[in-house]
């Protein structure tokens, strides 16, 4: 079972940049899809970022479209999230994920297809 734990998260002004980055121990890492999720206070955990074994393949959801990119390092077992743009809508804790399933894309992008999770990290942006 991967281990995964972020960093990088903080409190930004709107227009502000974050690159969060996710650590992961305990497992082949290399076969791992990742992903980012994020909660915000009073709603429920939403999909943000996925990325294939290699870093080939990224998906986003519409919010992040433009402004966020996922990228991994497969000798430093590491995933990132870089974030430009930020507004105050992007408050949230933001989680890095860990799935053994095959990377599918667009679809890729629900709670149950990760099987391991970080603890999360804060990111507040003021307006």
């Known amino acids: 079972q991967v281990q995964l734990v972020e960093s990088g998260g903080g409190l930004v002004q709107a227009g502000g940049s974050l690159r969060l980055s996710c650590a992961t121990s305990?497992?082949?890492?290399?076969?791992?899809?990742m992903g980012w999720f994020r909660q915000a206070p009073g709603k429920e955990r939403e999909f943000v970022a996925g990325?294939?074994?290699?870093?080939?393949?990224?998906s986003y959801a519409d919010s992040g479209k433009g402004r966020f990119t996922i990228s991994r390092d497969n000798v430093k077992a590491v995933v990132y999230l870089q974030m430009i743009n930020l507004k105050p809508e992007d408050t949230a804790v933001y989680y890095c994920?860990?799935?053994?399933?095959?990377?599918?894309?667009?679809?890729?992008?629900?709670?149950?297809?990760?099987?391991?999770w970080g603890q999360g990290t804060q990111v507040t942006v003021s307006s």
């Open positions: 990325i294939n074994w290699s870093g080939s393949r990224t």
């Open positions: 305990g497992g082949t890492f290399s076969s791992y899809a």
């Open positions: 994920a860990a799935s053994k399933l095959p990377y599918r894309g667009s679809g890729f992008d629900t709670e149950t297809d990760f099987g391991s």
